[in-house]
């Protein structure tokens, strides 16, 4: 029985090991100097570690320090934002989101960034007044992965039209808009993306994909004058590998016990 006890305990406990690694990303404002930090946040309903990216008032594109994992270990990734922040105030402000677009009052997608990252100075996003522009996730290390995105927009200042591609060296990309997307006229065309927000409105969308070369570059282009509010990178172990890992840790543990 012990010995039974002994060995789903460590199973879970593996299974924790081979659990995907996850790097969430938030926008500071235009009126916050530009850098790269971690702050806790909620990503998924869990507390965990949140970068922190702030592009300053230059209105030009800024290059991130290394982030962090959601878990707080450091990853060899780097974030090219490709432009420049919004305005004096966080365009996801809780007032704005529960608006007439939400006739039950809620805000569906705190669900999954969470209230904590995506409002107020924190609740900032990346934009263009006109054209198109390219965020970068440079150094990516081959296999498969998940990108979640938000795009909305929480102020009244027009509306935000915009396509978005994700392209790389990366094979078998699909794209899935979440059901949390409201308003904002959000539709898939393959994996390209259209949103047309206003007040209020954003929309989610889940891209996998998998990483054929390590130190890849990902690149996410908005047509447009679209915001990017936040994003959630997971790496996902191939079942294959994670199998095996549990075995080997198993078998570990059984010569342990039998010594």
Not at 64 to 87: E, H, P, Q, R, Y
Not at 149 to 160: H, I
Request: glycine fraction near 14%.
């Amino acid at each position: 029985m012990k010995k039974t006890l002994f060995l789903a305990a460590l199973i879970t406990l593996s299974s924790i090991a081979v659990q995907a690694a996850t790097v969430v990303i938030t926008f500071g404002v235009n009126s916050l100097a530009q850098g790269t930090s971690s702050m806790d946040g909620t990503y998924l309903g869990e507390q965990g570690k949140v970068n922190l990216i702030k592009t300053g008032s230059s209105g030009g594109s800024y290059t991130s320090g290394a982030l962090k994992n959601f878990d707080g270990s450091s990853t060899g990734i780097t974030l090219v934002t490709g432009a420049g922040a919004c305005g004096g105030q966080g365009v996801l402000t809780a007032d704005n989101i529960q608006s007439s677009h939400n006739p039950d009052n809620s805000s569906k997608f705190f669900d999954t960034f969470g209230s904590d990252i995506t409002t107020g100075n924190n609740g900032g996003c990346i934009n263009k007044n006109s054209g198109s522009y390219t965020m970068q996730m440079r150094g990516l290390s081959a296999g498969i992965y998940t990108l979640t995105m938000l795009v909305g927009r929480g102020n009244s200042f027009g509306t935000a039209s915009s396509t978005y591609d994700l392209t790389g060296n990366i094979e078998g990309l699909s794209a899935t808009l979440l059901d949390y997307s409201a308003g904002s006229n959000a539709s898939l065309s393959g994996t390209t993306l259209f949103s047309e927000s206003g007040a209020g409105e954003w929309a989610l969308v889940e891209y996998t994909f998998t990483v054929t070369k390590d130190n890849t570059t990902l690149s996410l282009t908005s047509n447009g004058t679209g915001n990017i509010n936040a994003l959630a990178l997971s790496s996902i172990p191939e079942p294959a590998t994670a199998s095996l890992g549990l075995l080997g840790l198993a078998v570990l543990a059984m010569r342990r016990r039998r010594a």
